[in-house]
C-alpha cells in the first residue's frame, strides 16, 4: 500500500514556475514508477510526466516538454515535478501516481493516487 499527498501547487503569473511535490509513504517507493497527471475543468485527466523507478528514465507529453522536468528522490519517497515558462493552459489540478511498470500511459494503470493539488496560471 502506497499513500502519496501532493504539495505545492498555486497561483502563478505566465511564465512563473512552481516546484510540485509529491511524498509516498510506505518502504516500497523505489519500486514503482512514478507520474504526474492533471485534469483542467471539463476536460479528461491527462499524463503529464513519466519516470522510471531509478530515475533513468522519463517520458513527456508534448505540451510540457522542454518547460517541465520531472525527478525523484527514493531515499526521501518523494517525486518532483518542476514547472517552468507556465502557461495559462497549464491551469489544472496536478495529480501524482505509482504505477508497477515505467510503460504505463494510462490513468487506470495506476494503482496509487494523491489527493492532488490546484496550478493556477493566470494571463
Known amino acids: 500500500q502506497v499513500q502519496l499527498v501532493e504539495s505545492g501547487g498555486g497561483l502563478v503569473q505566465a511564465g512563473g514556475s512552481l516546484r510540485l511535490s509529491c511524498v509516498a509513504s510506505?518502504?516500497?517507493?523505489?519500486?514503482?514508477?512514478m507520474s504526474w497527471f492533471r485534469q483542467a475543468p471539463g476536460k479528461e485527466r491527462e499524463l503529464v510526466a513519466v519516470?522510471?523507478?531509478?530515475?533513468?528514465?522519463?517520458y513527456y507529453a508534448d505540451s510540457v516538454k522542454g518547460r517541465f522536468t520531472i525527478f525523484r528522490d527514493n531515499a526521501e519517497n518523494t517525486v518532483y515535478l518542476q514547472t517552468n515558462s507556465l502557461k495559462p493552459e497549464d491551469t489544472a489540478v496536478y495529480y501524482c501516481?505509482?504505477?508497477?511498470?515505467?510503460?504505463?500511459?494510462?490513468?487506470?494503470?495506476?494503482?496509487?493516487w494523491g489527493q492532488g493539488t490546484q496550478v493556477t496560471v493566470s494571463s
Open positions: 519516470i522510471s523507478w531509478d530515475g533513468g528514465n522519463k
Open positions: 510506505g518502504r516500497t517507493f523505489s519500486m514503482y514508477a
Open positions: 501516481a505509482a504505477g508497477r511498470s515505467y510503460s504505463y500511459r494510462l490513468s487506470n494503470e495506476y494503482d496509487y
